[in-house]
């Protein structure tokens, strides 16, 4: 988000980060508060201010990419969409690991402290992502996981 906002400071548009930032403060708002309520009773309260927070994140990102897409035209690249995509693909499978994992702890271990159980969520979450992203061909994480990178899939 800085590097747009800068962006439009060199272009000398000094309203539009302001504008995308104060909409963004309130769906931060908004969101993190809605979310806790809704999830009030749950032991995702708060994760739903979490998710509050990076919705308005979001929208402030989204607001100064089509700001400077309408003023200088396309800004992403084919190679950036794939790794975009491919960060999405390991990070959804991953969260699915990593609440399967969760649930299935619950069940079985029910009296256990989440300090004792995140831990190894989190680390089968972690490992989870970089083996998605490694198979889709990031460099990345083929250095985490000290493997030989992969040569990303493209559509010919």
């Known amino acids: 988000v800085k590097l747009m906002a800068s962006a439009y400071f060199a272009l000398q548009d000094y309203r539009t980060p302001l504008r995308a930032s104060t909409l963004s403060i309130v769906v931060s708002g908004v969101g993190a508060v809605s979310f ?4 009030r009773n749950s ?3 708060a994760a739903g201010i979490a998710f509050g927070a990076a919705l ?8 100064l990419l089509r700001g400077l897409r309408a003023k200088l035209g396309p800004l992403y690249t084919r190679e950036m969409w794939i790794g ?10 991953a969260v699915v690991v990593g609440l399967a994992l969760s649930f299935l702890q619950r069940g079985m271990f029910p009296g256990v402290h989440p300090r004792i159980a995140g831990p190894p969520i989190l680390l ?3 490992l989870t992502y970089l083996f998605v992203a490694w198979l889709r061909g990031s460099h990345e994480a083929a250095r985490w996981l000290r493997l030989k990178p992969r040569a990303p899939r493209t559509r010919e």
């Open 84 to 93: 975009t995509g491919r960060i999405v693909l390991a990070t959804a499978i």
């Open 43 to 45: 032991s995702f309260a």
């Open 124 to 126: 089968a979450f972690a």
């Open 56 to 63: 308005g994140s979001y929208v402030n990102l989204t607001v």
């Open 36 to 39: 806790a309520y809704l999830l």
